[in-house]
Antibody, heavy 118, light 110 residues
Framework: QVTLRESGPALVKPTQTLTLTCTFS??????????VSWIRQPPGKALEWLAL???????YYSTSLKTRLTISKDTSKNQVVLTMTNMDPVDTATYYC??????????WGHGTMVAVSS | QSALTQPASVSGSPGQSITISCTGT?????????VSWYQQHPGKAPKLMIY???QRPSGVSNRFSGSKSGNTASLTISGLQAEDEADYYC??????????FGGGTKLTVL
């Protein structure tokens, strides 16, 4: 059974860097065909894909946010980390960790709410 | 990458069928058969309902079906049930090696 769980701060200040950790089980990110994405959803708004890392350590980023994002994996710990620099109140959202590659995002974590406020 | 276009809301009565459209471009929906649909109930994480345009994951009711024509994908829900009331999002892979979501559609079961 695949599960994913997000962890990180609930509140960050403007201009700070956000670091989120996804801890997963039920699969290995060293297995061919496995990928993990980060997707966010501001309150009352639509989903937005942020970044994806695959089993070969190839990384993909949202065009509009790529200068602020870094995704990485620690296969031995079954973790994926997302950092987002220069946080702004508009980045307030629920951040989801999700498994799945090109064709779909199949298993979602519960999400972690991050507020950006001074 | 612009978001895919979905109607803001649709509604239907129990037992009826509804269709939600998702319009993109030849750079996303029209260019790949990597369209997926997600159901999201209030306060919950999204759930995958359709992948690869028309494939259903194990456990998803066969009342849910997907299709695509040109740059527009569609999700059809037949035999509407109260539990289908939720927000629905489409998503597509793009030529930029990124993924894009639609703006979401709120389904109301009357």
């Amino acid at each position: 059974q695949v599960t994913l769980r997000e962890s990180g701060p609930a509140l960050v200040k403007p201009t700070q860097t956000l670091t989120l950790t996804c801890t997963f089980s039920g699969f290995s990110l060293s297995t061919s065909g496995m990928c993990v994405s980060w997707i966010r959803q501001p309150p009352g708004k639509a989903l937005e894909w942020l970044a994806l890392i695959d089993w070969n350590d190839v990384k993909y980023y949202s065009t509009s946010l790529k200068t602020r994002l870094t995704i990485s994996k620690d296969t031995s710990k079954n973790q994926v980390v997302l950092t987002m620099t220069n946080m702004d109140p508009v980045d307030t959202a629920t951040y989801y960790c999700v498994s799945g590659c090109v064709d779909a995002f199949d298993i979602w974590g519960h999400g972690t709410m991050v507020a950006v406020s001074s | 990458q612009s978001a895919l276009t979905q109607p803001a809301s649709v509604s239907g009565s129990p037992g009826q069928s509804i269709t939600i459209s998702c319009t993109g471009t030849s750079s996303d929906v029209g260019g790949y058969n990597y369209v997926s649909w997600y159901q999201q109930h209030p306060g919950k994480a999204p759930k995958l309902m359709i992948y690869d345009v028309s494939q259903r994951p194990s456990g998803v009711s066969n009342r849910f079906s997907g299709s695509k024509s040109g740059n527009t994908a569609s999700l059809t829900i037949s035999g509407l049930q109260a539990e289908d009331e939720a927000d629905y999002y489409c998503s597509s892979y793009t030529t930029s090696s990124t993924w894009v979501f639609g703006g979401g559609t709120k389904l109301t079961v009357l």
